[in-house]
């Protein structure tokens, strides 16, 4: 009975690691910003440089928990670390959800949006197996040599590290974000009619013999003039429906409105996205500019998106001379379209129909007026690459398991 209940809590704690690892590892951008807000609502803004760091330990500690596991090597030092990880990440899910600091905790990157308290209870549900793991460690055999195991652990751990730098150099392998290619802006921005909206309460707020004091529209001391009315305050109650897009915004410096052109242009636009021009790539920048210069000359729309202060965007222009026109759009849109500082979107009619890194981006000599087979040809390309990684690490677990079966001891459980 109990062979099969660690059989169980081994391989339910692995998958779950291990898709939590994955889905952090092919978006490490994505994990460093969910870090960088968290260190702004904790107010400790001065750790942000440790975003991308954080985020790579992170996702390959989850991997490599989660493969181990499945694995079955270093199952002791394996259940040690799998209880201090569950230990922590329990107590900070549930400090973040009594205080609610950022809506979605990030724990499985945007593949599956969880709110604070699904988190923290989803932690409790995992932390049972956790423990069964943990006080029958003693009962998991070796499998093979310890230096076998302590090198396997090492690729379990080095693997997704290589998986992240490849998807910053690049993009994620895998978007779930919802500027994916493919995807119809417009549609992603549409509200159904009988969405529910936000609902909010008023908090008024008295104070009296220096307390404060917060009251409903019902209960506050209308009759008693020693309270002193301070402010009025609408809280959130309930959140309504938030459609998938909701903040595509591009604005001129002239301060006009282009949103609705973009959504609507039957024409191919290039869309270059710098979050930050002063510290977008200088090479990266030229590249794109060469490549605006060769579309423009063909017909095609073309125009840079930035978050940058008008002050740093003058100065872009003035050392730059970029030949397409500088628009700004909200940062943390800017960074959900594109993982990359500069990169380029191919738009039309409000169509997504590619995304790059600049490194990645279409040569100049290759644009045409239809723009379709360079794009098909892109993403083939990024097809192929992602059959590449996805089939050796098939192999590689194939590999591992045969070494073991054929090799291992009689097992105990």
């Not at 500088?326 to 997504?352: F, H, M, Q, S, Y």
Request: hydrophobic share 45%; proline share 5%; glycine share 4%.
């Amino acid at each position: 009975m109990m062979k099969h209940i660690l059989l169980i809590a081994r391989i339910l704690t692995g998958l779950v690691f291990l898709f939590s690892g994955f889905v952090k590892a092919v978006d490490p951008a994505g994990s460093a910003i969910k870090f960088e807000e968290y260190f702004e609502a904790f107010n400790l803004g001065f750790l942000s440089g440790m975003s991308f760091p954080l985020a790579l330990i992170l996702s390959s500690a989850e991997l490599m928990i989660g493969l181990n596991l499945i694995m079955r090597i270093r199952m002791k030092f394996t259940s040690w670390l799998l209880l201090v990880f569950m230990t922590f990440f329990t107590i900070l899910t549930f400090i973040l959800a009594l205080t609610n600091p950022v809506s979605d905790c990030g724990c499985f990157g945007d593949a599956i949006k969880l709110t604070n308290w699904q988190t923290f209870w989803k932690n409790i549900i995992l932390f049972l197996p956790t423990l069964v793991l943990f006080l029958n460690r003693q009962k998991f055999k070796p499998l093979t040599t310890t230096f076998s195991e302590w090198y396997l652990a090492s690729v379990n751990f080095m693997l997704p590290v290589m998986l992240s730098v490849f998807c910053i150099i690049h993009q994620p392998l895998l978007d779930f974000r919802p500027y994916k290619t493919g995807t119809n802006i417009p549609e992603q921005m549409i509200i159904p009619e009988d969405a529910p909206t936000d609902e909010y309460k008023t908090v008024l707020i008295y104070q009296k013999n220096g307390i404060t004091q917060e009251f409903t529209e019902d209960t506050y001391p209308w009759q008693d003039t020693t309270w002193k009315w301070v402010e009025t305050k609408q809280k959130l109650v309930t959140k309504g429906y938030e459609p998938p897009i909701y903040n595509f915004s591009v604005t001129t410096l002239q301060g006009n409105d282009i949103t609705e052109n973009l959504l609507t242009d039957s024409n191919y636009t290039l869309l270059i996205v710098a979050p930050k021009l002063e510290s977008a790539s200088l090479k990266g920048m030229k590249r794109m500019n060469e490549l605006a210069m060769k579309a423009e000359a063909i017909g095609l729309n073309v125009f840079g998106l930035t978050s940058s202060a008008s002050g740093e965007i003058e100065e872009f222009i003035s050392s730059f001379k970029p030949s397409f026109e500088i628009c700004t759009v909200d940062e943390t849109t800017l960074k959900t379209i594109l993982r990359a500082n500069p990169g380029l979107l191919i738009l039309r009619e409000g169509n997504i129909l590619g995304k790059w890194n600049y490194r990645d981006a279409p040569k100049p000599e290759a644009l045409q007026r239809n723009f379709i087979s360079v794009v098909l040809q892109n993403q083939s390309n990024s097809i192929e690459i992602l059959s590449v990684i996805l089939l050796a690490i098939i192999l590689a677990l194939f590999y591992t398991s045969f070494h073991f079966s054929s090799k291992s001891r009689r097992l105990d459980c």
